[in-house]
């Protein structure tokens, strides 16, 4: 791990999403200097299925040496965003670095996403981001060492990443195109940098993202940490740089790379953005035993999934985080006929996914039809029921929650 000098000792740090992942491992670093901590999210309640609120984030600071503030911001709010930079300058005097951490993501087409999911990942990523940014710099710009690092992308124009989630990448470039602008129009005044793992790290959102056993194939949040202390160690005019974790680690004379493994020696998955084409990721992560919940279609795919394909994409812009409270389920879906393969609808975690292939989880209720039935079913021209008792559909699982699928059908026909 990179040693602590001491340079961040009594600095205060403005961290969005810090109360989990990489943005806690950043203030935990700092910590361990005496610096002051802003943890800015908007956990504030445990959440059944993922780990820390601001206030357990606040006593790790704490114990660590560092001290902290702890803020329930929602970025996309600009009033908690301005009382919350006022909380922190009348605790800690000033600010002197703000780590734009706070993201939204969904890596699902255009005909996939829903208009409410794109207006979350822009209004987190790029208007959170500059809204905090421009709060915020006014006291960066009294600071003796002010920094913004911005946890986004190198501005990578391939088109292979955009193709399969147009929105996702927009929004995670707004954040990318702040550093390009704000390090030109504060330079000299105050550094701006952007930095990106070279590979998957294990957060939340990775193994969400990742299925199960994705996490041998990442790295800690310790290495994005050590890198992002490395960058905000340096001087006001080092700005305008898009770096890498692991280059900047190497700069400051790190060699041993295994420490940061979850799994030392087990091969890594290279993040999005860089030079892995995302259909590679996806093969990289089946053949070391995860099971991705993204998956980029294929030309194949795309032309043969015919109306199913059309089904689902309209399944896709109905369900969302309400339905997914409500159902508490997933479906796999055992299709015959003119239209055969396997389907999933994922009604169990964050808000909703649906698509081609196996679930990402272990299906609670399997329906096994002829695809002429099932698309009659999503039409609302066959209520499972009435297919379940003439024999046309075969339900192996929990029948209490075909029931409730089939609630969420009449829904689907109305639209």
Request: charge should be neutral; hydrophobic fraction near 40%.
């Amino acid at each position: 791990m990179l040693q602590n000098t001491g340079k961040l000792a009594g600095c205060t740090l403005f961290i969005t999403g810090a109360s989990r992942g990489i943005g806690k491992a950043i203030a935990l670093k700092a910590a361990k200097d005496g610096a002051n901590i802003v943890i800015a999210a908007k956990t504030a309640q445990a959440h059944p299925k993922l780990p820390g609120t601001i206030y357990s984030a606040a006593e790790e600071v704490e114990a660590a040496g560092g001290k902290a503030l702890a803020c329930i911001v929602d970025i996309r709010d600009e009033q908690q965003v301005q009382d919350a930079v006022k909380k922190a300058v009348d605790k800690f005097g000033g600010i002197d670095i703000l780590v734009n951490n706070a993201s939204a993501i969904s890596l699902t087409g255009t005909l996939e996403t829903p208009l409410k999911k794109v207006d979350l990942m822009l209004g987190v990523n790029l208007r959170g981001t500059y809204l905090t940014s421009k709060l915020v710099i006014p006291h960066l710009l009294k600071s003796r060492s002010p920094h913004i690092l911005n946890l986004s992308p190198p501005l990578n124009l391939n088109p292979v990443w955009f193709k399969n989630h147009t929105a996702y990448t927009m929004a995670k470039y707004g954040m990318s195109m702040c550093v390009l602008g704000m390090a030109e129009e504060f330079r000299g005044q105050i550094a701006v940098n952007a930095l990106w793992p070279k590979t998957a790290i294990q957060t939340a959102a990775m193994d969400m993202l990742g299925g199960e056993g994705i996490g041998k194939q990442c790295r800690t949040s310790d290495i994005m940490a050590d890198a992002a202390y490395a960058v905000l160690s340096r001087p006001k005019d080092y700005t305008g740089h898009f770096l890498v974790d692991e280059d900047v680690l190497k700069e400051e004379g790190v060699k041993d790379f295994d420490q940061y493994a979850v799994q030392p020696g087990h091969p890594l998955l290279p993040d999005f953005f860089l030079d892995e084409a995302p259909e590679n990721l996806v093969e990289q992560m089946e053949q070391h035993g995860a099971t991705p919940a993204f998956k980029p279609p294929s030309s194949s795919s795309s032309s043969s999934g015919g109306p199913i394909e059309t089904t689902f994409n309209a399944i896709r812009g109905v369900i969302n985080e309400d339905i997914v409270k409500l159902t508490q389920a997933t479906y796999q879906f055992d299709l015959s006929g003119q239209n055969e393969g396997v389907w999933f609808l994922d009604l169990k975690s964050g808000a909703g996914r649906a698509g081609q292939g196996q679930p990402p989880v272990k299906a609670d209720v399997v329906m096994t039809m002829d695809s002429g039935d099932f698309s009659k079913m999503f039409a609302g021209k066959l209520k499972p029921t009435m297919a379940f008792m003439s024999g046309k559909l075969r339900i192996k699982g929990d029948m209490t929650l075909a029931l409730k699928l089939e609630k969420l059908m009449g829904r689907m026909s109305k639209l």
